[in-house]
């Protein structure tokens, strides 16, 4: 190869080519878990606790399990006879330790939508018969449901099985804050609101898995987006040798995060399997997803800005509070949303003076875990709308004050970045994807529509709002979060390539493909490598049984991290063909290449194809005068050395239209231009970037899972819990800058999270330009009809007064 660079220039890396993977599935061919269904499967359905908290003093599944087709009811208690409890804990965050928790409750419900007796039937509809038939003796009991109150003096506890509800608290302070505030020009302050989401994948979680007595293997068959976690989880859990189970994971409809982790009722499936040695299968249903699937963001922020005349920033101050539930989502904890928000609050400025304090409590709802972009829409959203009012408080364009204030594209010493919260970044290009963004967005000329549409609005009722988002987006995940932190969770990616006996080229991955194109990037990545057309290269994974280790499709790795694996893995393998062509012929290996799918020599004359290199290989090694035959299968791994995260960055942009009498908020426009550094495919990385902003608009504007008072869901249904359509999406225009990351030969960060993390921050700002002629704001996420009905008629639910902690004396922090 030539240079690290130059090296993953060509004809396929950096090409649209369309997936193979998106023809078979849209034509309905694929094979989903709920396709799976061997002879003699046995269906799981759970019976959920109704209640946010309430005590169990007696199950009768005597009537359930005498019904038709019923092979087995079963407790926690039974359960609990194969599989060990487990608990969630992180090494280097000391102060988070979640209560116990059990696969079914026993003795008590901590949430509503937690299961507690399992019913198995020859057919679902069998099992949910049943279901009626069992008889719970409950004792509601008084839940806590508010994280405010749940935190208070003296609050009771939400679970017995924890000291206090606290259940994180992590503070940071950098330069002088105190200071900072007390001179500075302006001070804005606000106050925010995120509602809680889940992911509502196309397809609902599943498993099924299979017990074999005589060989004590487990076989899983799961909609999942982390096979190897899961392994050592059933190992672990049910006291099997790790070698002995297996997790495959089939075409999954979608995962966006929540099936990263280890859902209670899916390890009780397996220890299902275990005890009645026979394949059962557990399939969710939409209802039961909304109080089963983890959630997620949930969280108030009180922040305040402080910038000088000229409009630099002097300060930031923030403090978070983030809503978990009962139990901290196992292995990787309820903490990432919070910790992420945190540490990446104000990362794309520069920020001399910083103080912060984030919170976590543990209430009687369902547990919050990971979710697209993990936190990061939350940071974004909070600085975006500072940095507009502290605009409008000096009076000064939003976009000059952002470039005035943006973190620079690359330190002159050549050392890291750090965000306030203590975060390294490596090279961004904020200025030149704002540049690129406000180009393609003709923003002169929208605010000169704005402002001639101004007269009209008040006659109309419709005023127009134009927001930015400026993002710094963490992908790449690497080695440095669980490992340290005691969770088995791999921090590199593998892939295993082979030569096979057919001359065609076998690439195994530990990076799973949720529908992302991963599989698609990867052959890119191969068959330029081995300069072998791509219809030769096979891509597969999601197996334990068969791929090499690694941590699977999260956080944006899966390119990132598992296409420099590929990168490293097809170098190797290319040098032992060659060195098996140069064994047959006698040459120097150095004077000969791939080209086309066959091994040439200095003058690019064919000699060999690659279906000859693998036939002398595999069958005819004896002309091959070498005293070692080289390997036709080579493995490598990945992962990055030295730093947290690959850190990709962006702007977003949005025009919306916000109708007064009606309080309807119409996104007319979204721009996004990002820099993922090397763009292997333009085509799967727009669709990538365009699905995120769906999903950051339906966070913007209708999702959210409502709580009553009693830690009732009282939306938990497709009919009530809103998502985005495809009638009500604008056009979503996508630009790039280019940095390839410098710690790889590829040069790739990932992309899978940039459309989420900015969407909200641009259209909150961009609502909140709509109303600034008339002098107000919406504050809570999703601004729906009635929020934005509310602020402009309901002085009571205007945003509240920001209280954030007084700095001491002598301008330093206070820390509590």
Not at 24 to 36: K, W
Not at 454 to 461: P, R, T
Not at 544 to 554: F, I, K, L, Q
Request: with cysteine.
């Amino acid at each position: 190869m030539s240079g690290p660079l130059e090296q993953a220039d060509g004809r396929l890396i950096g090409a649209s080519v369309p997936r193979p993977d998106a023809q078979r599935l849209a034509a309905g061919c694929g094979r989903y878990l709920d396709d799976l269904s061997p002879h003699g499967v046995q269906h799981v359905v759970f019976y959920r606790s109704p209640f946010a908290r309430a005590r169990i003093h007696a199950i009768d599944v005597t009537q359930a399990a005498a019904m038709p087709g019923v092979s087995a009811v079963l407790t926690g208690a039974d359960i609990a006879t194969v599989c060990a409890p487990w608990t969630t804990r992180l090494a280097l965050v000391t102060t988070h330790v979640s209560a116990s928790q059990t696969p079914l409750a026993i003795d008590e419900a901590y949430w509503q939508g937690e299961a507690v007796v399992a019913v198995v039937a020859a057919t679902r509809a069998q099992a949910e018969d049943a279901l009626e038939a069992i008889e719970i003796d409950w004792e509601e009991v008084d839940p806590v449901v508010d994280p405010e109150a749940a935190l208070a003096p003296g609050a009771p506890t939400c679970h017995p099985g924890i000291a206090t509800n606290l259940a994180l608290e992590s503070h940071a302070s950098r330069g002088d804050p105190g200071v900072a505030f007390a001179g500075a020009h302006r001070v804005v302050a606000r106050r925010f609101k995120f509602g809680r989401q889940t992911g509502v994948p196309l397809e609902p979680r599943g498993i099924l898995a299979s017990f074999d007595r005589r060989t004590g293997e487990l076989d899983i068959q799961q909609s999942h987006q982390v096979p190897f976690q899961m392994q050592e989880i059933f190992a672990a859990q049910l006291d099997l040798p790790l070698e002995k189970v297996r997790v495959a994971c089939p075409d999954v409809g979608g995962a966006f995060g929540i099936k990263l982790h280890a859902y209670a009722d899916e390890i009780a499936v397996a220890a299902i399997a275990v005890l009645l040695g026979r394949p059962v299968k557990f399939q969710a249903d939409r209802l039961e997803s909304f109080v089963s699937d983890v959630h997620a963001r949930d969280a108030s922020v009180d922040a305040q800005l402080a910038v000088d005349a000229d409009g630099r920033i002097l300060g930031l101050d923030v403090d978070l509070l983030f809503c978990f539930g009962a139990v901290s989502v196992y292995p990787r904890s309820s903490t990432g949303e919070a910790l992420q928000a945190f540490s990446l609050s104000g990362a794309a400025y520069q920020v001399p003076a910083f103080r912060g304090r984030v919170r976590g409590a543990f209430v009687n709802k369902v547990p919050t875990g990971a979710y697209r972009a993990v936190g990061q829409p939350i940071a974004n959203a909070v600085i975006e709308q500072l940095m507009d009012d502290a605009a409008a408080a000096i009076g000064m364009d939003p976009v000059a004050l952002r470039r005035l204030n943006h973190l620079p594209s690359r330190p002159d010493d050549g050392s890291m970045l750090l965000t306030p919260g203590g975060i390294p970044l490596g090279p961004l290009s904020l200025d030149a994807c704002l540049d690129q963004v406000l180009e393609r967005m003709d923003y002169p000329g929208l605010r000169a529509a704005q402002a001639d549409a101004a007269a009209d609005a008040a006659a109309s009722g419709v005023y127009r709002g134009i927001g930015l988002c400026t993002f710094v987006e963490l992908t790449g995940v690497g080695a440095s979060i669980y490992g340290p932190n005691a969770v088995r969770v791999a921090g590199k990616e593998s892939v295993r390539l082979s030569l096979a006996p057919s001359g065609r080229i076998v690439c195994r991955t530990s990076a799973t493909e949720q529908g992302q194109g991963t599989r698609t990037g990867l052959t890119q990545i191969v068959a330029q490598a081995l300069e072998v057309p791509m219809e030769l290269v096979a891509v597969a994974g999601g197996d334990t049984g068969r791929d090499p280790h690694g941590g699977g499709a999260w956080a944006s790795r899966g390119i990132a991290l598992a296409g420099e694996a590929a990168l490293l893995a097809a170098a190797d393998l290319r040098a032992n063909i060659l060195a098996v062509a140069a064994g047959l012929t006698g040459k120097e290996a150095a004077t000969l290449r791939l080209a086309a799918g066959a091994v040439v020599d200095a003058g690019n004359a064919q000699l060999f194809t690659l279906q000859e290199i693998a036939r002398f290989a595999h069958y005819d090694t004896i002309p091959i005068k070498l005293a070692a035959i080289p390997e036709m299968t080579v493995e490598r791994s990945y992962t990055p050395i030295g730093k947290p995260y690959f850190a990709a960055n962006g702007i977003q942009a949005a025009h919306v239209e916000v109708d007064v009498g009606t309080g309807m908020v119409k996104v007319l426009d979204m721009w996004v231009v990002e820099d993922c550094g090397r763009v292997i495919n333009p085509l799967l990385t727009d669709e990538q970037i365009r699905g995120g902003v769906v999903q950051g608009i339906g966070a913007a504007l209708f999702e959210e899972c409502i709580y009553s008072e009693s830690g009732q869901m009282s939306n938990a249904s497709l009919a009530d819990y809103l998502i985005p359509m495809a009638g009500e999406m604008p056009q979503i225009h996508v630009g790039h800058v280019s940095t390839p990351e410098r710690e790889t030969s590829l040069g790739a960060k990932g992309v899978g999270e940039a459309g989420t993390v900015g969407a909200i921050g641009a259209i909150w700002c961009a609502v909140n330009d709509a109303l600034r002629p008339l002098a107000q704001t919406v504050w809570r996420q999703p601004f729906t009809p009635a929020h934005v009905l509310d602020v402009l008629h309901h002085p009571e639910a205007r945003m509240a007064p920001v209280a954030l902690r007084p700095f001491d004396g002598d301008g330093s922090a206070v820390e509590n």
